[in-house]
């Protein structure tokens, strides 16, 4: 069973500019979370989407944003990037609608912002 | 809101000896999951231990087991017969059964020296 699948794996952008970071949660799966990554603030939950609707959203300010598709594939969005959204985005899936807390992890989308 | 602190951000262990990492955690939930992540270096978090707040018992996963003292908020990881493959980051969490995130404490980096 392919397991959680993050793209891109890297890349770099400008302060101003916007991104898309795509996570393919394990087959079968119907939860996607999100989480940012930084070694100031640690893990800090972003969103979380079950059956295509956003069930739960963290602290973040509003140029944060995702989707999921009926695939269950979800998307995030950050607009306007500044130097503080570098960091290692991390997808998480899981069977389950109840959280049980078994998420499996991609090995995330780092993101540096110059 | 929970909150999860780990007071240890480094450890160390000698190949086969055990280590103990802590944690603490606070929550005004009265079901909860509390989880310890590892993420080694540069590969995906995997769940090592669960342990269900209404459960008396603690739990073990081979090598791996906490020690969950609910009233003190506090649940620790104990590592036996530590092997080279257990260097990596260790992260305590926490979910409410009724929402669907997970709140992090900062981390432990392990080191197993051979």
């Known amino acids: 069973k392919a397991g959680v699948t993050q793209t891109p794996r890297y890349l770099i952008k400008t302060r101003g500019q916007q991104v898309t970071l795509s996570c393919s949660p394990i087959?079968?799966?119907?939860?996607v979370s999100w989480y940012q990554q930084t070694p100031g603030q640690g893990l800090q939950f972003l969103f979380e989407?079950?059956?295509?609707?956003?069930?739960n959203k963290g602290n973040f300010p509003g140029r944060f944003s995702g989707r999921q598709f009926s695939n269950s594939r979800s998307e995030m969005n950050v607009s306007t990037l500044e130097l503080g959204d570098s960091a290692l985005y991390l997808c998480?899936?899981?069977?389950?609608?109840?959280?049980?807390?078994?998420?499996?992890f991609g090995e995330g989308s780092r993101l540096t912002v110059l | 809101a929970q909150t999860v602190t780990q007071s240890q951000p480094e450890m160390s262990v000698q190949e086969a000896e055990t280590v103990t990492l802590s944690c603490t955690y606070d929550?005004?939930?009265?079901?909860?999951?509390l989880f310890w992540y590892k993420q080694p270096p540069s590969r995906q978090m995997i769940l090592v231990i669960r342990?269900?707040?209404?459960?008396?018992q603690n739990a073990t996963e081979n090598r791996f087991s906490v020690n969950f003292q609910k009233a003190a908020k506090s649940f620790s990881l104990k590592i036996s017969d530590s092997q080279l493959g257990d260097a990596a980051m260790y992260f305590c969490?926490?979910?409410?059964?009724?929402?669907?995130?997970?709140?992090f404490g900062e981390g432990t980096q392990l080191t197993v020296n051979p």
């Open positions: 929550t005004s939930e009265s079901d909860y999951y």
């Open positions: 998480a899936s899981s069977f389950r609608q109840i959280n049980t807390g078994e998420l499996f």
């Open positions: 989407y079950f059956s295509e609707t956003q069930r």
């Open positions: 342990q269900e707040a209404y459960k008396q």
């Open positions: 087959s079968g799966h119907r939860s």
């Open positions: 969490a926490s979910s409410e059964t009724s929402g669907s995130r997970l709140t």
